[in-house]
């Protein structure tokens, strides 16, 4: 049977109905005589990551446990344009047919996976642009002469006056609350 379908609805809040959702999709596979394997909602804010019927699709993809999954648009199923991506990816190489009613998207035809690829350019450039601004940023606070990174916890002065005493890397450790790599780091320096 190559024609199950998952249906994935969401709305943002617990307030939200998905009934519109629900009617358009479920018409629209009714309308190619596709059956429904289940219908998968979640009430959740898109942006974050803690979805549980999200999850419990996706693991039911990795089981071939349907053929295609419907939205009814794509900022109900990603996050993000990265997260869109890497979903559709994984998809693609399961074998599982994606498709967004509203977007006009269906990975199914060769426009749609055109569409895809260009998602894909799209992605990889923000994520590009985003780099270049990280580093960016990072090259700026250090001409600042700001220091980046942890802060130290060490007390090197601290643990070189142990060492000159004569204790033991072991000891000097459980005195100055740090790890024996932290001390011999400290006395290297």
């Given at each position: 049977m190559a024609n199950r379908v998952a249906i994935?609805?969401?709305?943002?809040?617990?307030?939200?109905?998905t009934e519109l959702q629900q009617r358009e999709l479920t018409a629209y596979v009714q309308a190619r005589g596709w059956v429904v394997f289940k219908t998968y909602e979640d009430k959740a804010t898109g942006t974050t990551a803690n979805r549980a019927m999200l999850k419990a699709?996706?693991?039911d993809a990795r089981l071939r446990r349907f053929d295609r999954i419907i939205v009814?648009?794509?900022d109900?199923?990603?996050r993000s344009l990265k997260?869109?991506?890497t979903m559709l990816q994984e998809l693609s190489e399961l074998g599982i047919e994606f498709i967004s009613l509203r977007d006009n998207i269906d990975l199914t035809t060769s426009s749609g996976r055109l569409m895809m690829h260009m998602i894909g350019a799209f992605a990889e450039f923000e994520a590009s642009i985003i780099r270049e601004?990280?580093?960016a940023g990072i090259a700026n606070a250090r001409a600042k002469g700001k220091r980046l990174g942890r802060p130290k916890t060490r007390d090197d002065g601290t643990i070189?006056?142990?060492?000159?005493?004569?204790l033991s890397i072991r000891s000097i450790a459980l005195q100055a609350h740090c790890s024996a790599g932290a001390v011999q780091r400290a006395l290297l320096s």
């Open positions: 994935y609805l969401r709305v943002s809040t617990q307030d939200q109905a699709m996706l693991t009814w648009k794509l109900r199923f990603a997260d869109l991506v601004r990280v580093r070189k006056a142990l060492r000159r005493q004569g």
